[in-house]
């Protein structure tokens, strides 16, 4: 069976700082995966998704992600952040262009002044 | 402007009252989910639907029906709804052939006392 872990809750950083959310997925393929936003009191809005091909991808508001077969891992990254960046961040992964999304449990990220 | 609409967006009911969740969507997306949002938790299917009377069980459909006799529309109705099911819900669509190009709906805060 496929899961997404995401195992930081809640996530704390200055404004100005570098961002690392952690997702981890289970699969014996190499699955599809996403990062979503969500923004207090709205759905969810895809920030980027892999593929294949190249493990660097790059999203909207320049996040960036970078798959890692050998560790199974999706990790969401960004050089410096933004008080406007405080949302919900989910990681999911897909079977295949034809499956259901799964999603992580989501890290809350808070960006302090 | 492509969107996915949920109605209401709060609403408040009574246990063992019957309640219907609203979702319509403009972009003749084939496909349709519903699913619901709790702390810790992610998001969880609850129903998926392929087309016109074509719908699947997600992981945690107990307690939940949908129905489906619009491809635009898509209902998630709980008969004689319970506190447990005091959640938000969500709904997306994705066209057949990418259905992992998921559009969510802004969600219903549903209450269950």
Known sequence: AQSVTQPDARVTVSEGASLQLRCKYSYSATPYLFWYVQYPRQGLQLLLKYYSGDPVVQGVNSFEAEFSKSNSSFHLQKASVHWSDSAVYFCALSLSNYNVLYFGSGTKLTVEP | ?113
């Open chain 2, 1 to 113: 402007d492509m969107k996915v609409t949920q109605m209401p967006r709060y609403l408040i009911k009574r246990m063992g009252e019957n309640v219907l969740l609203e979702c319509g969507q403009d972009m003749s997306h084939e496909t349709m989910y519903w699913y619901r949002q709790d702390p810790g938790l992610g998001l969880q299917l609850i129903y998926i639907s392929y087309d016109v009377d074509s719908n699947s069980e997600g992981d945690i459909p107990k307690g939940y029906r949908v129905s489906r006799k619009k491809r635009e529309h898509f209902s998630l109705i709980l008969d004689s709804a319970k506190t447990n099911q005091t959640s938000v819900y969500f709904c997306a669509s994705s066209p057949r052939d990418r259905n992992s190009d998921y559009t969510f709906g802004s969600g219903t805060r549903l209450l269950v006392i």
